[in-house]
């Protein structure tokens, strides 16, 4: 069966995503700029994460039934800043509330005095994050521009090469697996567990790795890596 993809990438896509990728990869090529970067995303959790799974059992016995997830599942928006050190800032939206500009604007204005109790102090921000329209608002612009963060390109429809998506998401996915939840607080703990579960070598791998995505993306021509 064939992979699912996010986005069916055009021919001007996939010129985008090579272009983009290979600036990335030239960008201040004689020192580590990826230990200054900082990186942000956000992501549904949901209060009970069922999973279906293969089970072996004895011929005489039954396998054990899954409740099936239910079509608007309880969900709540957790949205993260992290660099190749930790954890910078964490926070779960108000339960039914996402993301605007408005809001983001807000979280932007409590992660930057985070950066000065960081290893991040004293350098140059490098900030990543993707193409949702809330984060490329004209305020939000603005406001980062007070902040003198460089901005590194991202192409649009790219999670593939966004840490948050292929690496920390994806990990924090399967840990939730047969996890449920029955209030906000209990979501709270259980992600301040998560984070603080984490070694060191495993937010540093996510960010490095970035250098191989954007080569890979060159040598596939921009497709999906």
């Not at 200054?36 to 011929?59: F, G, I, M, P």
């Not at 039914?96 to 005095?113: F, R, W």
């Not at 963060?149 to 998401?169: E, G, T």
């Amino acid at each position: 069966m064939g992979r699912w993809i996010p986005h069916k990438l055009s021919n001007f896509d996939l010129e985008r995503q090579v272009d983009m990728s290979l600036q990335l990869l030239t960008l201040h090529p004689n020192f580590n700029w990826l230990d200054h970067l900082v990186t942000s995303d956000e992501k549904w959790v949901l209060y009970e994460n069922h999973h279906r799974r293969a089970q072996w059992v004895d011929a005489d016995k039954q396998q054990e039934d899954v409740v099936k997830q239910e079509l608007h599942p309880k969900k709540i928006v957790l949205s993260v800043w992290w660099s190749v050190h930790r954890v910078l800032y964490w926070e779960l939206l108000p339960e039914g509330k996402t993301i605007t500009a408005d809001y983001y604007s807000s979280q932007l204005q409590k992660v930057k005095p985070k950066l000065k109790t960081s290893p991040l102090h004293g350098h140059k921000v490098h900030y990543l994050h993707d193409n949702a329209r809330p984060h490329t608002a004209k305020t939000i612009k603005s406001l980062r521009a007070t902040f003198h963060w460089r901005v590194p390109a991202h192409p649009s429809y790219s999670p593939d090469i966004a840490p948050s998506d292929y690496h920390l998401f994806s990990d924090m996915h399967r840990s939730l697996e047969g996890q449920d939840f029955k209030t906000k607080s209990e979501v709270e703990k259980w992600v301040k567990k998560y984070f603080d579960s984490r070694q060191p070598e495993f937010w540093r791998k996510g960010i490095e790795s970035l250098f191989t995505k954007w080569q890979r993306v060159v040598d596939k021509g921009g497709h999906y890596v």
